[in-house]
């Protein structure tokens, strides 16, 4: 159904087509109370065309904020104010936010992220609330809003306190992490920035890496005071080494490499790379991300943690903006940009890529103690959900695999190609309410992926009820009523919140299901970072506890396990960061169970272990050779192509060229420059010297395949270049190949005559005696046509057919022999071999 337009997706929502039961169900604000709307009002001097934040949205955050043990709702607003609902059961709530004394200080406030913890010790859940937006500072102010207890109704009430704290940030926050990063016991604070500090936030420039990026993240350390009787916050971000630049639309905090220490992930929007800060265990961190990810998403937005392939390791999830429809690719994707790859090398940036990634745990590299990941969006389907924001990866359905649930939507299609090629063309002429009313606006439906196990993910969207259209930003999980299964609350803009009843635990055949409470150690009482792994009938699973998931919101303060059919876990491993585990039996099935930390004990950590290779450093054996590319754009020729075909060097030829019975290593040389012999010394070093068998005055051949053999039968090695790639049209003489003579000294010279006149664009060249004469034939395989990919260029079979000694000749005669190979094909490399064990080289 995703591939009709996404209206008559919202049509078919609407219509009962079978009589299968959804998973999810949308409840009306009438049955719920939660009238909750982002109303965005725009206007001429504030919209999309000149405030790009404009549509970055609300969170969700969800908790038990009067101690009833009913999980109550939190709604951050941009330009309305922010909602406290309470939870009065049966998934009816109260609005109190009047009463609970949680609004805006000033209606201006532009609020984002929202966390929900006890921050001061006192039992109680408190609020903290990201502002950003606006020019003045003072309307960017944090808010930290105490619980100070629960009135004679059960309403709790709060006192903003965010000043006394230390947590008033300013720094246009977009949401906040709490976690304990120096291993003292409390809780300490990071803080996502995202500022548009510059008119193209995508325009390459120079990397900052020294702290003095305006958008950067802010750290803060947990002191204590005694005094005060509650922690004030103390900015520690440099001294840290938190100095990265990034647009921030949400962070991570995870024990990365399993070393007790947690560690930092940042998802960044824009050119600004994503971070991994690895826990340096001294009060510092890392930027690390280029030993762990092999690449990462584009725009990234939301992000999540969760091990979705039962294997023990923690996977990550991270949202950006691939359209879904094919149509909609058209509209907004722009063609492969060489540019952009190469601007991500000069300028130091790792690969980005416009789609989902979800990166996949391969354990602990041994040999540097830190993980490694691969990406499997595209093989798991994962990989597009329009422009998203939340994704939440959670067992909706308690079959034991976590689903991934994605919010996504954008107002107005301001990427749009149609739209953008019509504003630069009147951009001046058309007012700016005019012109913004011819945006695009399209709503989209939500995402939900059902996990079958073995990373076999399927679209369930229609058929578990939540493929609702909206412009849809922050959302949050948890059980709403108390009735074993995940529902989900979802932050929209211009249109009331959703709130889906989960009917997982309903139905007959319900699964089965364990909840764990993890208590940490005062002062870390809410255990943010503790990971509770199950071990069930041979099965495992593993789920960490963090303060913040998805995109500035958070959900329920629980860790929920669904068990399928499952009637008994084994056992429970709590793990505290710190190095603290605990090992649990009797878990009850289907109900919230409490796991202290009382009787915890240190645990092993992951550590490097010895390789068996000695790592020799280059250079002290005279192999700093560095081979250079002039940069030829292939792309330039034929736009779709999967990879440059100019860049296959350089290949090495390894024999004795100077006699003296050492192998010497020949590396062929790239357009523009000459090859170099790597001469080996009796010390086992080597001396580089340049080698000139290049014809053209501006060296502009390229050389690929290279073989050492004696082709003249004097004794000594001659030396055979292959020239190829695409740099120059087909048929150019450019790519004739040549053969160098040694005088046995090791000086080698081109000896003309000695090849066949060929222009062929070539890849290998490989000796064997095919005609059983005695003396060294060749296979020469081609390449590619040039700017014909994926059209393929001659190969060859060249005869030896020197009568005399130091006058090698040879002569094609492929036709002869295999006419077949003249076009065999874009030959990589070949192999003479005795196949069939009848003495003669088969290849």
Same mark, same amino acid.
């Given at each position: ?53 404009? +549509? ?84 960017? @102010? ?18 903003? @306190? ?35 500090? @510059? ?65 930092? +992930?940042?998802?960044?929007d824009y050119v600004t790379n994503d971070l991994i800060y ?120 308690? /079959? ?59 679209? +369930? ?25 995940? /529902? ?40 943010f970072g503790a990971t509770a792994t199950i071990f069930y ?77 000695? $790592? ?11 081979? $250079? ?21 350089? =290949? ?30 009796? $010390? ?104 014909? +990919? ?24 492929t036709k002869d022999l295999c006419p077949d190979l003249e ?15 009848? =003495?003669?080289?088969?290849?």
């Open positions: 159904m995703r591939q009709l337009f996404p209206f008559l997706a919202f049509c078919l929502t609407l219509v009962r087509c079978t009589k299968e039961e959804k998973l999810f169900v949308s409840l009306d604000s009438k049955h719920t109370g939660i009238e909750f709307n982002n109303v965005i009002t725009e206007s001429d001097s504030f919209n999309i065309l000149n405030t790009e934040f404009i +549509y970055n949205g609300g969170g969700v955050g969800i908790g038990d904020l009067n101690g009833d043990g009913l999980q109550d709702l939190f709604f951050t607003g941009n330009q309305v104010d922010n909602k406290l609902y309470l939870n009065k059961g049966k998934l009816q709530f109260e609005d109190i936010s009047e009463k609970a004394g949680i609004r805006k200080k000033h209606p201006q406030q532009w609020s984002s992220g929202i966390n929900i913890l006890d921050i001061n010790l006192d039992g109680k859940a408190d609020i903290y609330v990201c502002n950003t937006m606006r020019a003045n500072p003072e309307l960017r @102010r944090n808010q930290l809003f105490i619980n100070q207890g629960n009135d004679a109704e059960g309403i709790p009430h709060f006192a903003e @306190r965010a000043e006394a704290y230390g947590v008033a940030d300013t720094t246009h926050s977009s949401n906040a992490q709490f976690f304990d990063y120096d291993n003292d016991g409390d809780l300490d604070l990071f803080i996502s920035t995202n500022f548009m500090d @510059r008119w193209n936030p995508n325009a390459f420039s120079k990397k900052i890496t020294d702290g003095t990026a305006v958008n950067r993240d802010r750290l803060y350390r947990n002191d204590w005071s005694d005094t005060l009787k509650h922690p004030v916050f103390t900015e520690v971000t440099k001294e840290a080494g938190l100095i990265w630049e990034g647009y921030s639309h949400s962070a991570l905090i995870s024990d990365f490499n399993l070393d007790g220490w947690l560690d930092i +992930y940042v998802a960044n690895i826990n340096q265990k001294d009060g510092t961190f890392k930027n690390q991300i280029a030993s762990i990810f092999k690449h990462q998403a584009g725009s990234a937005m939301g992000s999540d943690v969760a091990d979705v392939n039962n294997d023990g390791l923690l996977d990550y999830f991270t949202t950006e903006m691939l359209p879904y429809y094919h149509k909609r690719k058209k509209l907004f994707l722009g063609p492969n940009n060489y540019s952009v790859y190469i601007n991500n090398e000069n300028y130091g940036f790792e690969h980005q890529y416009a789609h989902n990634v979800l990166q996949l745990n391969r354990g602990i590299n041994s040999e540097t103690a830190l993980p490694l990941f691969s990406d499997v969006a595209f093989m798991t389907g994962t990989q597009e959900t329009e422009w998203s924001w939340t994704p939440l990866m959670a067992d909706f359905d308690n /079959d034991g695999n976590r689903d991934i649930f994605v919010t996504n939507g954008f107002p107005r299609d301001v990427t749009d190609h149609d739209f953008g090629a019509y504003r630069s063309s009147y951009n001046f002429l058309i007012p700016p309410m005019e012109l913004q009313e011819m945006i695009p606006k399209i709503k989209v439906p939500k995402f939900l992926f059902r996990n079958n196990g073995a990373l076999n993910f399927e679209d +369930y969207s229609q058929k578990w009820g939540v493929a609702l259209p909206a412009f849809s930003n922050g959302a949050a999980c948890g059980d709403l009523d108390n009735d074993g299964d995940l /529902d989900l609350v979802v932050n929209n803009i211009n249109d009331p919140a959703f709130v889906f009843k989960n009917t997982a635990s309903d139905g007959k055949q319900k699964n089965n299901f364990v909840r764990l409470k993890i208590a940490g150690e005062t002062p870390n009482s809410e255990a009938g041979g099965k495992k699973q593993v789920a960490q506890l963090i303060s913040a998931r998805g995109y500035i919101s958070t959900s329920e303060n629980v860790i929920h396990f669904g068990l399928g059919n499952a009637s008994k876990v084994d056992s429970v491993v709590v793990r505290w960061n710190g190095n603290f585990s605990k090992t649990v039996t009797q878990i009850p099935l289907n109900q919230v169970s409490v796991v202290a930390f009382e009787s915890a004990r240190p645990r092993a950590i992951a550590t490097a272990t010895q390789g068996i290779f000695e $790592e020799i450093k280059p250079a002290s054996l005279g192999l700093d050779y560095l081979h $250079e590319d002039k940069d030829f754009i292939d792309f330039d020729y034929q736009r779709t192509l999967p990879h440059k075909f100019s860049e296959s060097g350089p =290949q090495m030829a390894v024999g004795d060229a100077n006699g003296d019975q050492l192998d010497d290593i020949y590396l062929s040389g790239s357009a523009y420059a000459d090859g170099t012999w790597l001469i080996q010394t009796r $010390e086992g070093k080597f001396l580089q010297k340049k080698i000139a068998c290049k014809t053209d005055a501006n060296k502009r051949e390229e050389e690929l395949g290279v073989l050492l053999f004696d082709a003249d039968s004097d004794g000594d090695n001659d030396l055979y270049i292959v020239r190829g790639g695409t740099q120059h049209p087909s048929g150019d003489t450019l790519y004739q190949d040549v053969l160098c003579v040694n005088d046995g000294k090791g000086n080698f010279k081109i000896l003309p005559g000695a090849l066949p006149k060929e222009t062929a664009s070539g890849q290998v060249v490989k000796a064997a005696d095919f005609d059983g004469d005695g003396d060294l034939d060749l296979f020469v395989g081609g390449r590619m046509l040039p700017r014909n +990919y994926p059209k393929y260029d001659r190969s060859f079979l060249l005869r030896n057919d020197s009568k005399e000694k130091d006058k090698p000749v040879f002569t094609d005669v076009y065999v094909g874009m030959v990589a490399d070949a192999c003479w071999t005795d196949f069939n064990g009848d =003495q003669k080289p088969d290849l």
